[in-house]
């Protein structure tokens, strides 16, 4: 009996295997749908595992993808390079990061809605304990993509000149 509950713990994390490596080395435009592909196995597993339909183990799962999301989201956003590109493809950059990170977070309410409104056993836990850490890292780069948008503005200003001489001529 016990070698059978190990094998199926095994199994429910290895099926969890292939969408966490397509984080990791994916493309990261295709990171809302492995997420949802995620969220549907997890949801699956919360359904009919015995070991890990506990809050729990559910949140160690959870925080674990979040963590290699925000892993990969870093590798994506290359802090020692975003400050080189120029303030459009910063803002670009960023802005995609942020859309992806909006997407995430829909999804993972949306299925959080579902797993409760199943009439099985609901998520009883705290949101923040699942995206604390993921929504400070979305903040930061809310600052960040601030940050870009005020460069991207001021580029665009020119160079005015204001001078009596052209001050007059124009009156």
Known sequence: ??????????????????????????????????FLQLMKILSLIWKH???????????????????????????????AGVFKLEAREGFEKVRQALLVCEKVRTIFQRFRDLVNADGGKPWEFETDLVLGRFSQYEARLGQLNDIFRTAEDFSKLEKVELSAEKLSAQV
């Open 1 to 34: 009996l016990g070698a059978n509950r190990e094998g199926q713990q095994r199994l429910a994390l290895e099926t969890l295997r292939k969408y966490l490596e397509d984080i990791e080395e994916g493309d990261f435009a295709n990171f809302p749908i492995v």
């Open 49 to 79: 595992s015995e070991f890990y339909n506990t809050p729990r183990h559910i949140v160690v799962i959870l925080r674990e993808i979040f963590n290699q999301l925000i892993g990969a989201i870093h590798r994506f956003i290359e802090p």
